[in-house]
């Protein structure tokens, strides 16, 4: 194994010395926390093998829009079904950001996993999953109405079927989050790139808008884009932060 230690050490010497930290939430941390990468390889051939489509197909805008019956039947089972903990690198986090040092955290997440660790200042670029509206009247709902409803969830007023509050595929990002994100990577004087990698959308997006050279990439799989961190750490993310807080 690497001896990771220095790097660790120069990490926490640099963590200390910032004041305007940026993070990047990527699915590694949702997988720390007890769910699933529905896009990994072995989860896209179960769902393939279970529903006959990809996951990128079911969570479609299109899908939603013409099968609602079987996007909700697998959005209630494989999004919503999933019994989730915050990892105690969320409570990490939360410590680092009473020390005032982190800014704004960024995720394309949406299981508000940070929220239930008391984490703010985050930029939800997917959404939530516990943001339900109702389209036609706007009455919200939680996610345990949407999961508990027999087929498609409807308004109990309208009658409207009420339509979840994430992203799908086919939609695009919110400008003003977009721009929110930009304007926190712009004034950054570090970033750490949380359980993904740097081929990742979100991160590629953020990283670009980031004038400086302390891009901490702390990811449990190795992957041929970590030369373009400037600082990289192979293990689970709960692990690491520890060390170098």
């Known amino acids: ?38 896009w990994s390889s072995r989860e896209c051939y179960r769902i393939e093998e279970l529903y006959h489509k990809s996951p990128d197909e079911m969570m479609s805008v299109g899908y939603y829009s013409a099968r609602r019956d079987k996007f909700f039947d697998f959005y209630k089972r494989e ?11 969320f409570k990490d986090l939360r410590r680092l950001q009473k020390t005032g040092r982190i800014r704004k955290m960024i995720t394309q997440n949406y299981f508000d996993l940070h929220s239930e660790a008391g ?5 939800e670029l997917y959404g939530n999953v516990k943001n339900n509206i109702c389209p036609r009247c706007g009455k919200a709902f939680s996610v345990e109405y949407v999961k508990n409803a027999k087929g498609v969830p409807l308004c ?17 990002i919110n400008n ?40 901490v990439l702390i990811t449990k799989e190795e992957h041929y884009t970590d030369r373009f961190a400037d600082y990289v750490i192979h293990d689970e993310v709960s692990n690491v932060l520890p060390l170098v807080m």
């Open 79 to 89: 999004i919503l079904g999933r019994e989730m903990k915050p990892a105690s690198l």
């Open 176 to 215: 003003d989050l977009m721009t929110e994100a930009v304007n926190a990577c712009e004034k950054a004087d570090l970033i750490l790139v949380l359980g993904t990698n740097m081929y990742d959308n979100m991160v590629k997006f953020c990283t670009g808008n980031y004038k400086g050279d302390r891009v």
């Open 156 to 172: 109990d007023e309208c009658k409207s079927g009420i339509r979840p509050g994430i992203m799908l595929f086919g939609e695009k």
């Open 1 to 38: 194994m690497i001896d990771q230690s220095g790097t660790i050490a120069k990490v926490k010497e640099m963590i200390g010395e910032s004041s305007h930290i940026v993070v990047l939430l990527g699915i590694g941390t949702v997988i720390e926390s007890g769910g699933e990468n529905i």
């Open 119 to 123: 984490l703010k200042d985050v930029i």
